[in-house]
T-cell receptor, first 115, second 115 residues
Framework: DTGVSQNPRHKITKRGQNVTFRCDPISEHNRLYWYRQTLGQGPEFLTYFQNEAQLEKSRLLSDRFSAERPKGSFSTLEIQRTEQGDSAMYLC?????????????FGSGTRLTVV | AQSVSQHNHHVILSEAASLELGCNYSYGGTVNLFWYVQYPGQHLQLLLKYFSGDPLVKGIKGFEAEFIKSKFSFNLRKPSVQWSDTAEYFCAVNLPNTGGFKTIFGAGTRLFVKA
């Protein structure tokens, strides 16, 4: 078990381009969460999956954002037509159902810079 | 809306000094409370958690936190800090009655310990 893995670690893109990030959770964890963290702020909830079902989306997740977890294992987060305001650290976390109230395991994040 | 407030954004201490980081949350119902730590260049890690029982919770590396329900507070303490405690600390609250799908984080406190 290598923990929660996120790729890429860093992404620089031009405004208007699409980007996709990947998260591989701990293998037996059925819950997966995406958070966004900007400078000077704590992580902000974006969305959550239980297995392959996306059960909750924050209003921070505009229609340019889409997340999937097709087989209940890895997840992708896509941002279309990126804007400079999308520059942030995108964090993925996972947990087991029974442990969800007891804390998550986070990945190292993907740092997005939109120029 | 639920929120978490951390009183200090930056704290500078000398080694062996005592530490107390303030955290208040706004939610009247049952909560689970956490402190996460992010060491330089590393991912967020769970430091300690409270979900029931003794309101004084002990975590790793000599940290402890006290839940005071009447004050909606969950302050983090350590009697004697070390240089290796230099990190960013995040207080977080999770609402167990929502199935644990969303954890709300404070903005974080950057601690710098002078050797």
């Amino acid at each position: 078990d290598t923990g929660v893995s996120q790729n890429p670690r860093h992404k620089i893109t031009k405004r208007g381009q699409n980007v996709t990030f990947r998260c591989d959770p701990i293998s037996e964890h059925n819950r997966l969460y995406w958070y966004r963290q900007t400078l000077g702020q704590g992580p902000e909830f974006l969305t959550y999956f239980q297995n392959e079902a996306q059960l909750e989306k924050s209003r921070l997740l505009s229609d340019r954002f889409s997340a999937e977890r097709p087989k209940g294992s890895f997840s992708t987060l896509e941002i279309q037509r990126t804007e400079q305001g999308d520059s942030a650290m995108y964090l993925c976390a996972s947990s087991l159902d029974r442990d969800s109230n007891y804390g998550y395991t986070f990945g190292s994040g993907t740092r997005l810079t939109v120029v | 809306a639920q929120s978490v407030s951390q009183h200090n954004h930056h704290v500078i201490l000398s080694e062996a000094a005592s530490l107390e980081l303030g955290c208040n949350y706004s939610y009247g119902g049952t909560v689970n409370l956490f402190w996460y730590v992010q060491y330089p260049g590393q991912h967020l890690q769970l430091l300690l958690k409270y979900f029931s029982g003794d309101p004084l919770v002990k975590g790793i590396k000599g940290f402890e936190a006290e839940f005071i329900k009447s004050k909606f507070s969950f302050n983090l303490r350590k009697p004697s800090v070390q240089w290796s405690d230099t990190a960013e600390y995040f207080c977080a609250v999770n609402l167990p009655n929502t199935g644990g799908f969303k954890t709300i984080f404070g903005a974080g406190t950057r601690l710098f310990v002078k050797a």
